[in-house]
Structures are given as C-alpha cells and as structure tokens.
C-alpha cells in the first residue's frame, strides 16, 4: 500500500489528538505514523501523519480530518517536493569484540553512540526513513534488543510554508 | 455583569433566543437548574434523558432552529448518547449541555462521573469540557454557531459542576471566529456552470433530493428546477417533504424499501443530480453501478460527503439553496416532457396495482381480520390538513408510513433515518408538537419502538401535550422478522412480542382517550376520533403478522 504524508495544523488543546486518533480508528484508515508537536505559534501544533492507502483513501482520510473543528489546516505532501526525517534509538548487544565494528558503522551513517555498558551500545540515527532502515539492516546481525523511533516529520522544500491564515478562498 | 457560570449558561441560551429546552436534572447539573428558575425559557422535564435528546431533535426539525437538551452527569449523560447519535447521523442541529464532577475530580472515578466528551467524540460535530466559567459566553455562541451552519449536527458542552458555581464576569461576543471552521457556502462558478451544462445536455435526468434540500430551506428551489426542465425527483428518506408527495414529477422514495418507481427512474437515468443527500448505503446500494451508467452531478455542504460513497463526475461543495439560486439564473427551460412521461407512466402503472391490491381488501366479503397500514395510512393523510407533521418509529411503521402517508410541506415528516432508533418516534412528536403547537402531529409507531419510549407519555399527560399516537401492533418485530424470513430461512429469533400489555389500557392509565381497532371497516370512524381534537389519542391497529413491508 502507498504511504502518504499529511501535514496538519490544529488547535493546541486537550484532546485534539484523541480526536485525530479516535477518527482514524472508527473510520479503518490506517497510521503508519504520527508526530505532534507545538509550531512557531503556541497556539497551533502541527501533527504529522503517514497513512497508508491509496488516493482514495487519502482524499477521504484529508476531508474527514478537515471536518473536525481542531484541525485549522492540513496539506498532503509531496514525496519531491519535501523533507523527511526520523529520529530512531537502537539499542544493540555490543561486546568487547564487535564494539569497535559497530563503531565504525555508526560512524558511516553518521549517526551517535549515546549510551555504552559492557553488552550494549545505544545508537541514535536520524534521517530519511531509508537511511534509519539501512542502519538497522547492518545492526541486525549483532542483535538489536530494542529500537525506539519518533514518527515521521516533514517539511516543505523552498519558501513554500504551511500557515494559518484568515484566507477564505485558502 | 458578574455572575455565576449556571446563571452564564442561562443567559446565553437566552441571547441565542432558546425558547425551549428539554431535560432532566441531577447533582451535577442542580446550580444550572437553580438558574433556570429566574428565566422565561420554558423547561420540558422527560420522563428519560433520551426523550429529551430526542425531544430537542424533533423540535429542532419542524422549527429549523436549534434544539437544546439538558442532562447531569454520568448516567444522565450517557443516556442522551443515542439521541446525540440520532442527531449526528441526521444532521440536525442540537446542543446537549451537562453537568459533570468537579474539575479536580474529573479522572478519579467519581461518583456519576462519564467521560462524555470522550464518548461523544464520535458523534458530535464538536464538544467542549468548560473548565473556566470565563469560557462559557464564548463556548455558548461557538457551539450554536457551529450546530446550525453548514452541515449542522450535535454539539455537546460538559461543565463541571464548581465551574456552575464559580463566577465570572458576562460579555456575549458579537461574532465567532474559529480558525479551524469555515464552511462553504457559495458554489465555485465553474462547476455551477458544468453542472448547467450537463444537466441541459442529459437526455434523462433525475434528481435525488435528501435532507439536505430540506435543511437548507430549498424546496422552492428544487421545485423550480424540476419543473423548468421536466426532471422527475426522487427523494431519500431524509428528503421526503421535500417536494409534495403528490407532486406528478415526484417518484417517492429510492433504496431498498422505497418506490419502484424511484428506483427504475434512477436505473435508467443518464445523469443523477443529488441533492444534499449522503448517498447511504439503504438509499442507493450499488453505487458504483449507478456511477458507471449515469453522470453524477453531487452538490452538498459537506466536502467530505461527495465522493464518499459514489464516483462523481461533478462535484459542488456550497449551500445547496445558493446554489440551485446559481443555477436557475441560467438553466434553460425544456418542454420536451418524454422521459418525465415515462416516469408518468411508470407510476401510473404501480399505483394501480397498489390501488387493486388494497381495493381486494376493501371488496372482501367478510371484514378483514387485521388492519391494512397501505390502507389506513392514505387515509389518514386525508383526514390531516397539509401541514400536519407525521414522525415515525422505527421498522415497518417507518416504511408504510414513508411509502404510503402523503407529505405536502418540508419539515413535515420525522423520521430517524441514518441511526433508525426505536423509541425516536414518540418523544421527537412531543418535541415537534412542542416546537409547533399550532398544527396536528401524529407518530406511526409499532409495538416494539412504542416500548422503548412508553415513559415518555408521562411527559404528554405532564404538559397536556396532544399528540396522536397510530399504533401499529402486529406483536412482532417486524423488520427483522422480515430479515430473518428471508436471510435466515424463517428461524425466528426473539421478534415475537405476544405478550404485550394492553396499550389502550395503558394510555387510560395516563388519562388518555384511545380504542383498538382490528378491521379495515373500523378504520375511517376510528380516523375521525383520533383526529377530532388536539388531545392526546393513542389508536391501537391490530396488523398482520405476516403483512409484508412493501
């Protein structure tokens, strides 16, 4: 199934992403991933939300979050025509033997050794979602014990910019 | 001017000239109750929370204003979640207003505390949890504001209980701003003209006319239309009274119980234009088979509906009334009236035959053992004047009533039409007698929806409301018997309802007058009696079990 990126601006209220989440769920549509956080506006927070589905889901998933009075405004992003990124936490077993390995790993994907003991090393990778899933191929064969990862958050290439506006005709 | 948010909330009903509320009370909700003693809105007291959701609902649909409901928390909430789900599923605009615990409470499990708007979430169009009695002017004037514009529908307010007694200082805002809700109006000029363009070049247009239509007060619009050009109408559920049932380019009602007539015009149709309606899955079931052989022209106020259920060719988002405005400006008329007359004929040859099968009944030599609904309902029609209001159960007495009454004028018929609630009927005719006290209201009922709502003739005897009560009791649930004789073979399960009280003794225990009939012969007398004043009359119609739907 086509992933597809939306970038939604809501009201930052209690409850708006029990709202979000709990239209997901009744309507089926599914969520790959979703990440909110407060924008240059306190008042707004943007959500970022990769579905999985195809146009037409899409397009119904986009209308129905546009209906919820929370939600100011909402954009599907371009694949081209915008930044992604992730930020991932792999925790792998690393001992005396392989650790400089896995260094060395790290270090190719310039990504950051930010915990150590004697049979782990945590790695924290961000990046394209390609990028953070090549990392995890090449850890896979030392033993990944836990991974975290934040959603997906994405940003317009250019001056092109996501805004509240009184504009009618937006 | 200072003030408690009890006396806030009663204050703002009053700026948005709320005549009527229905409800019930509790401890939460007790300052509010306290407030409302110093007012001139008049309070309906339910015998059930859901006869006050489902009361504001009624009124709200004969009057075109919003309905308001009032309950406390925890179970008092909870019980008006059907009728805020009725609302939503209907589009009618409601407010629901409860108490709940104290602020700091909220969370611990407290005593007759419910997460409402948790649970409502996905049923209101919007809803609020005031915690700051400062809000309450603001998140007043929002909600109504936001229940009665564009598609409306349920919003819900929960204050707790400390924020009613807290105080505050009084300022109604002059408007509402709210980023996120903006609804369209005007139709984009564009499409208006495709949509023009289309409908002139199609050689056998239908229009199927839904709520919509009548939400926005467009009946003269859509008859207007319909008549320019010859374009036989077809209505939903919703859409019934939206042009008079005897109407000549009126087919009735389309989907699965409705008309033959409707649903040949709109399978041989070479464009369908829908009309505030949502294309439900009752009224139009293959909708993907209807897209590929017709052009489907959609204009709705809700983005989010077109598109939906059914590929459309054009879509308009706007006021269906402003844009049929848009459009009569510059539709050509048509006097070709060849496909309208196919319609005609089409008609005349079902009604025909639904008038020989009725007229086999009336010529029966011995008096028939039941009441025929197809035979009484016709009648009963012409015994009302034009602009009586008929809401119905839920079932069998929702289709007879809705293939067989004649409706002349808009916000005549109630109906629950997306949620199909048993018990809707009873409490939303006190509502709609309520909202228009002037005009007879009458509800089609069946044995088993009357049940479901029967406390709600507490409420009748408590105002001296006079509704007319046409019960239906075949002993049976009815619609699902019906399903389970088809879908499952004839194995009933659990739709005989044999042991039924006596209804009739039941309304006299109210004060109520009433009579059971069981013949066809006995049903125009019967008729004159129930309709010979404006007080409350419950007529008991024994049916076939077997009598079929259609």
Redesign the interface.
């Known amino acids: 199934m086509a992933k597809h990126t939306l970038s939604v601006l809501v009201e930052n209220h209690a409850g708006v992403l029990s709202r979000v989440a709990g239209l997901f769920s009744r309507r089926g549509f599914n969520i790959d991933s979703l990440a909110v956080g407060v924008t240059e506006n306190p008042e707004v927070s943007r959500m970022t939300i990769v579905v999985d589905g195809d146009e037409h889901t899409v397009e119904q998933v986009s209308k129905q979050l546009n209906k919820l009075v929370d939600v100011i405004k909402l954009k599907k992003l371009d694949v081209s025509e915008s930044i992604k990124r992730e930020l991932t936490l792999i925790k792998v077993t690393a001992n005396a033997s392989n650790r400089t390995e896995i260094i060395q790993i790290v270090g190719i994907f310039r990504a950051n050794i930010v915990d150590v003991s004697k049979t782990t090393l945590t790695i924290e990778v961000s990046g394209d979602s390609d990028k953070v899933a090549a990392l995890e191929d090449m850890l896979r064969q030392f033993g990944i014990k836990e991974i975290v990862r934040t959603g997906t958050i994405a940003i317009e290439r250019g001056n092109r910019i996501i805004k509240v506006t009184n504009n009618e005709e937006e | 001017m200072r003030m408690t948010g009890a006396e806030a909330i009663v204050k703002a009903l009053e700026m948005e000239k709320t005549d009527v509320i229905f409800g019930y009370p509790g401890a939460a909700i007790s300052p509010f109750y306290d407030a409302l003693l110093g007012s001139s809105i008049t309070h309906i007291l339910t015998r059930h929370e859901q006869g006050a959701a489902h009361g504001a609902n009624g009124y709200a649909r004969v009057t075109g204003r919003v309905g308001v409901c009032v309950a406390t928390s925890g179970p008092g909430a909870t019980n008006l979640i059907t009728g805020i789900a009725n609302a939503y599923m209907d589009s009618i605009p409601i407010i629901a207003i409860t108490g709940q615990v104290p602020c700091a409470m909220i969370g611990t499990d407290a005593f007759q505390e419910a997460d409402i ?2 649970a409502t ?2 049923f209101s ?2 809803n609020y ?1 005031v915690k700051d009695a400062e809000d309450l002017p603001k998140t007043i004037k929002e909600a109504f504001h ?1 229940a009665a514009t564009g598609r409306p529908g349920p919003v819900v307010i929960d204050v707790p209980v400390d924020v009613q007694n807290s105080t505050l200082d009084f300022k109604y805002p002059k408007d509402v701003d ?5 609804p369209t109006c005007k139709g984009h000029p564009m499409q208006i003209k495709k949509a023009v363009a289309a409908l002139e070049a199609a050689q056998r247009p239908v229009i199927c006319a839904g709520g919509g239509v009548i939400a926005a007060n467009a009946s003269e619009e859509l008859l207007e239309l319909a008549q320019r050009r010859n374009i036989p109408v077809a209505t939903t559920l919703m859409g019934i009274g939206s042009i008079p049932s005897n109407h000549p380019l009126n087919c009735g009602m389309i989907g699965t119980h409705g008309k033959r007539t409707a649903n040949y015009a709109l399978n041989h149709a070479d464009l369908v234009l829908i009309l505030g309606a949502r294309v439900g899955d009752r009224a139009i079931g293959s909708a993907s088979v209807l897209a590929k052989r017709a052009k489907i022209i959609h204009i709705d106020v ?3 509906e077109i ?2 259920n059914i590929n459309t060719a054009i879509p308009l988002v706007g006021d269906v009334k402003l844009i049929l405005a848009d459009m009569l400006k510059c539709v050509s008329s048509d006097d070709s009236d060849q496909w309208a007359a196919t319609i005609a004929e089409e008609k005349q040859k079902w009604q025909k035959k639904a008038s020989a099968d009725a007229n086999e009944l009336k010529d029966d030599k011995e008096e028939s053992q039941y009441v025929n609904p197809k035979y009484l309902l016709p009648l009963l029609s012409e015994v009302l004047p034009a602009e009586a209001i008929i809401a119905t159960e839920v079932g069998q007495n929702q289709i007879w009533a809705a293939n067989n009454c004649q409706i002349h004028k808009p916000k005549t018929f109630i109906t629950s039409g997306g949620l199909g609630t048993m018990g809707y009927g009873l409490p939303a005719a006190i509502g709609a007698k309520i909202g228009r006290p002037e005009v007879p209201v009458a509800v089609i009922s069946g044995d088993g929806s009357f049940q479901m709502s029967v406390q709600e003739l507490g409420t009748m005897k408590h105002y001296a409301i006079g509704v007319k009560i046409v019960l239906f009791n075949n002993s049976r649930l009815g619609m699902v018997r019906e399903l389970q004789l088809s879908k499952h073979e004839g194995r009933y399960s659990q739709v005989c309802l044999d042991k039924n009280p006596d209804f009739v003794a039941l309304a006299a225990a109210y004060g109520f007058k009433g009579e059971r009939i069981s013949s066809n012969s006995q049903v125009k007398d019967a008729l004159k009696r129930l309709t010979a004043d404006d007080e409350p009359y419950l007529l008991e119609c024994i049916v076939d079990p077997m009598e079929p739907t259609l």
Request: glycine share 16%.
């Open positions: 708007t948790g979430a996905p169009k919007h949890l936001i709210i980023k996120g809700y903006k809700d983005p989010a598109g939906k």
